[in-house]
């Protein structure tokens, strides 16, 4: 007779356990440990970038926020219960699975490469699981490394990933004096910069929030990568990310002579850098003073554009970048010194050629790396399968009492 299973170890690391040392386990993941893992994602990036970014913010956010349903953990923890590694699995849309594998760099490199295998081998295996739930023949695994990091894209390599594209992290220096839009360039002829609307409670307006859904899947369908994404499941991804602010979304309009009413022509979503840290207090001209930032939480140091997106027939117009002189000028505004975003290195629009000529520089460089998993049950079989489409639960637009308030 087989051993009952023990229900403290994820389901499906049977294949992990036998490479441990002598009392290392496999665990779960939990809000007591947040503070481990953000330290983990701090030595893992020092290492393979040169500094760290990581915040027990971001951390906490996958494993206990509002989008941790639809993520699955798997730790290992040495004999001193020290956070060791980490697999994390997302199922961000169908068929679509984001599998992030964080090993301490710390590690002897035998014992890293033996526990390398197992963890990639679990995070694919809940990846098949996903695609079961979904009802889809093959999941995209996308996982990725820094581009100096050699010893994680081996690991990716010998792990049946293959490369699939490079991307550039640019940041661009903000200063004060460029607070008012007039000190940057204006918007182009009939080109019109607003924040998504927002109703008295500080909600925003569905129609506006579909408006920049629609702008946004209409615009990169000639991207990379390119996929479907729900209204629902789009909201409920970025309402879960630790910089998701209602006060960043803004939307840009193309006016006509004629008194039709205004068109939409891009959009752009941002966020706050919650890891990067500002000693300055923030504050909206309009809002509550530093509404956006909890009470006892420092200011975030930046900003970070999310998705920037213009419609095909609204291009050569200046939306782009009098969408980004306007989200500049917020920044400003908040008493925060930089605007991050990420760039494909081989954008068919050549992106990077407008932000570099605005000001940004590359920071450092990623890589994404793509795996197709066709789905199983084998790992389903006798357990929870640990994953279900909508163990993201996707947020109705007013769920949580943080939501309904301005500083959002």
């Known amino acids: 007779m087989n051993p009952a299973p023990d229900p403290s170890i994820p389901h499906g690391a049977a294949r992990l356990t036998q490479v441990l040392p002598d009392r290392w386990r496999a665990a779960g993941a939990d809000a007591a440990d947040v503070e481990a893992l953000a330290a983990l994602l701090q030595r893992h990036e020092r ?10 913010a971001d951390v906490a956010a996958r494993v206990s926020g509002l989008g941790a349903g639809a993520r699955r953990h798997l730790l290992v923890k040495d004999d001193a219960g020290a956070v060791r590694c980490w697999v994390s699995v997302l199922d961000r849309a169908e068929g679509r699975v984001l599998l992030d594998v964080t090993i301490d760099p710390t590690l002897p490199g035998e014992l890293a490469d033996n526990l390398a ?20 023949d093959l999941t ?22 293959t490369k699939t594209r490079t991307w550039w ?13 007039d000190s940057l360039a204006p918007p182009g002829a009939g080109v019109v910069i607003r924040l998504v609307e927002r109703a008295a409670d500080g909600m925003p307006d569905e129609t506006d929030l579909r408006t920049v859904h629609d702008i946004l899947e209409t615009s990169f369908a000639d991207h990379f990568n390119s996929y479907a994404e729900t209204f629902e499941e789009f909201l409920t991804r970025l309402r879960a990310d630790p910089g998701h602010r209602w006060d960043h979304w803004w939307v840009a309009e193309l006016t006509h002579d004629t008194g039709r009413l205004p068109e939409p022509a891009g ?3 941002g966020a706050a ?10 504050s909206t001209p309009g809002e509550t003073p530093a509404g956006e930032t909890p009470a006892g939480e420092p200011s975030p140091g930046g900003s970070y554009v999310a998705y920037l997106g213009v419609l095909q027939s609204a291009r050569g117009r200046g939306v782009a970048k009098s969408l980004l002189n306007a989200f500049i000028a917020d920044t400003a505004r908040r008493g925060r010194d930089r605007v991050a975003l990420e ?27 793509h795996r197709d998993v066709p789905a199983t049950t084998e790992v389903t079989n006798g357990g929870d ?3 279900s489409p909508s163990s993201a639960v996707v947020l109705p637009l007013r769920s949580t009492e943080a939501d309904t308030t301005p500083s959002q």
């Open 343 to 369: 760039v494909d290195a081989d954008s068919p629009t050549r992106a990077e050629r407008l932000y570099v000529s605005m000001g940004w520089r590359t920071s450092y460089v990623t890589e994404s790396w």
């Open 385 to 387: 399968t640990g994953m």
């Open 47 to 56: 290492r393979a970038r040169g500094w760290e970014t990581a915040s027990g």
């Open 273 to 282: 850098l919650v890891g990067a840290v500002s000693t300055q207090a923030e």
């Open 117 to 136: 295998a197992p963890l990639f081998d679990w995070g694919v295996r809940r990846a098949a699981t996903v695609g079961v739930e979904r009802g889809v």
């Open 267 to 269: 959009a752009l979503v």
């Open 140 to 161: 995209q695994v996308d996982s990725g490394a820094f581009a100096d990091d050699d010893r994680q894209r081996g690991w990716l390599e010998a792990n049946g990933f």
């Open 169 to 181: 992290q640019m940041t661009r220096p903000v200063t004060g004096d460029e607070a008012e839009l």
